[in-house]
């Protein structure tokens, strides 16, 4: 699949103008949150730029990230910019199967090696060898490790190749983990999401392209571009939050009008995404806007963070064990040292003395 | 020591950690502490009084608990800061506390009841002023002679201990120093701190304050002393 085309050739095969390529190239720089005068070099970066080797791999997942990928809009320059790239290999993508398919990826691996992209979706399941995510008879974790050791950089797409995931959530049975787990001699950038927003993906490959260097992470290796600012202080409905105007149903006269979902569970304030601002199928809109709260999707463990349907400032329901035993010890300690105070006063009561005034004026033996 | 505790705990995992077993030990604490103090301080009871009442005072205890909760006109005008601070404080602290709507949604999952809130901005405000008399509070102790000398641990510690959920609350609403998520969890861990902390310390006094005045206004009202 791999060839000298550059992008623009591509483009314009597809019937994409010149103008049409710039005004893409300002809003990736937008996105980026370069500065505006930043797009002409994200233009002239992205003319020259060879088709890169990129190598997905697919682990435990359910190829939500791909589909986010690839079926939201056909044909948009977003897709186009993902064919400029040269996807070697990638399950769901490729026309070959089976041998061949691991062929391609032997092949693209050795060819261009150190350069080439790792691109991972889905954990990767540790318990008893692996056995439970192969592909053609290999466990996961050998095919990451070998696919890596080549890698330029390797990015994680998906909340289950970056933090492990739904695989990853209680009790996780297959010992699912996160790329970062296993990698730790690498380059590893985090999309995280379930699945990430289409135009994330894109994004940081359009930087990997453009600077031959890898975004500014946060502190979880996501890129701050995208992942700067939580969703709560980029929606909408914030305003409502600040008035403290709140659905309390999803069908009450608050939801119908559109205020904040923070009492029905929106985990907005802890969750750092673009969702707010790029929306998803082409802008059109995003969860919240449809009227359900934000489920955190793209932080770590969201699926073990409380209820999505309890407010954030809620406590997570738990056994009531540990408060019930502490009252108890209470109760009874507060008894113990109840009887005790008694004990003292009715001892010192009975050893009282009474003393009178013939008694102060004896002399002193 | 910070990136040893962040390679084992992440910043959803302490927040989550606050909000469930995190919360659950600090109402155990509290309750255990309740009962305990609460056990040991009524059981002590109260000498019988032999002597005859010198006047007829039914409800003496409750105008007391009201007439105690007013700040004296001596005292606004000797010392003009300390009621106002102190009052200032209280107000604050309450407000910011039962009126911040994320704080009401907490209410409603334990008590099952709410109540309206005010608008977050004017919680924000409320807060840093509250902070304000937290600093004059603190001030006063430290920079008045006789309170330096009378002034103890627990003292200073009470202090620290309401400050800090305002403090990581303020900072946590603006996003300042650490990153949202974390600056919660710490808010929480705080709230849950001062929670589990109360009954050891003098803020077990939300509970006997109002027990105290009622037996100082009835002992009073017996010996003839008007409320």
């Known amino acids: 699949m791999s060839d000298k085309l550059s992008l623009p050739a591509i483009l314009e095969a597809h019937g994409i103008s010149r103008r049409e390529f710039l005004k893409f190239c300002g809003s990736l720089a937008a996105l980026m949150a370069l500065p505006p005068g930043m797009a002409p070099s994200v233009a002239a970066a992205l003319d020259k730029a060879q088709r890169p080797s990129v190598i997905w791999l697919s682990f435990q997942e359910c190829t939500g990230c791909t589909e986010s990928l690839s079926r939201s809009h056909n044909p948009t320059l977003e897709a186009l910019i993902f064919d400029a790239i040269s996807l070697d290999y990638h399950h769901t993508l490729q026309a070959a199967s089976g041998e061949a398919a691991e062929a391609a990826r032997a092949t693209a691996m050795k060819q261009f090696f150190g350069k080439y992209l790792l691109v991972v979706d889905g954990s990767i399941p540790l318990k008893d060898g692996g056995v439970y995510s192969t592909i053609a008879g290999r466990s996961n974790l050998d095919m990451l490790q070998e696919a890596a050791k080549g890698a330029a950089a390797i990015v994680a797409v998906g909340t289950c190749a970056a933090f492990g995931g739904i695989p990853h959530a209680n009790p996780n049975p297959t010992g699912a983990v996160a790329v970062s787990d296993i990698i730790k001699d690498k380059p590893i950038i985090n999309v995280s999401g379930c699945p990430p927003i289409p135009v994330v993906i894109t994004g940081v490959l359009a930087h990997y392209l453009t600077f031959g260097t890898l975004p500014e992470l946060d502190g979880l290796g996501r890129p701050k571009a995208f992942y700067g600012e939580s969703i709560h202080d980029r929606c909408y409905r914030r305003p409502f939050y600040d008035q403290g105007k709140f659905a309390k149903t999803f069908d009450d006269e608050g939801a119908r009008n559109g205020w904040c979902l923070f009492e029905l569970g929106c985990k907005g304030p802890t969750t750092f995404n673009a969702c707010a601002t790029t929306k998803w199928n082409q802008g059109t809109s995003f969860p919240i806007e449809s009227g359900h709260g934000c489920l955190g999707c793209s932080e770590p463990n969201f699926w073990d963070a409380g209820s999505f349907y309890n407010p954030l400032s809620a406590p997570i329901p738990t056994s009531n064990k540990v408060v019930l035993g502490a009252a108890a010890v209470g109760v009874a300690a507060g008894a113990t040292i109840g009887l005790w105070n008694r004990h003292v006063q009715t001892q010192a009561r009975r050893e009282h003395v009474a003393v009178n005034v013939d008694d102060l004026e004896k002399p002193h033996e | ?227």
């Open chain 2, 1 to 227: 020591m910070w990136m040893i505790w962040k390679s084992l705990m992440s910043e959803t995992d302490l927040l989550l950690w606050t909000r469930g077993p995190g919360f659950q030990w600090a109402l155990g604490l509290f309750l255990l502490g309740m009962a305990l103090r609460g056990f040991e301080l009524f059981s002590l009871g109260r000498r019988r009084d032999l002597a005859a009442p010198r006047a007829h005072s039914p409800g003496s205890g409750w105008r007391t608990i009201f007439t105690r909760s007013l700040p004296k006109w001596s005292t606004w005008r000797r010392t003009p800061a300390t009621p106002l601070i102190a009052y200032g404080f209280h107000i604050g602290f309450f407000a910011t506390l039962f009126l911040f709507p994320p704080h009401i949604q907490l209410a409603l999952n334990i008590f099952g009841f709410s109540w309206p809130g005010l608008p977050s901005p004017l919680i924000d405000a409320l807060a840093l002023l509250t902070l304000l008399a937290v600093a004059g509070l603190a001030a006063g102790r430290l920079l008045d002679p006789v309170k330096r000398l009378i002034s103890g641990f627990d003292d200073y510690a009470v202090l620290v201990l309401s400050a800090l959920p305002l403090l990581t609350g303020y900072f946590a609403f603006h996003h300042q120093i650490l990153s949202y998520t974390l600056m919660l969890a710490l808010h929480i861990l705080s709230a849950e701190l001062l929670l589990a902390l109360m009954p050891f310390t003098s803020l077990v006094h939300f509970a006997t304050l109002l027990v105290a005045r009622w037996y100082n206004g009835d002992i009073a009202g017996r010996k003839g002393v008007a409320s």
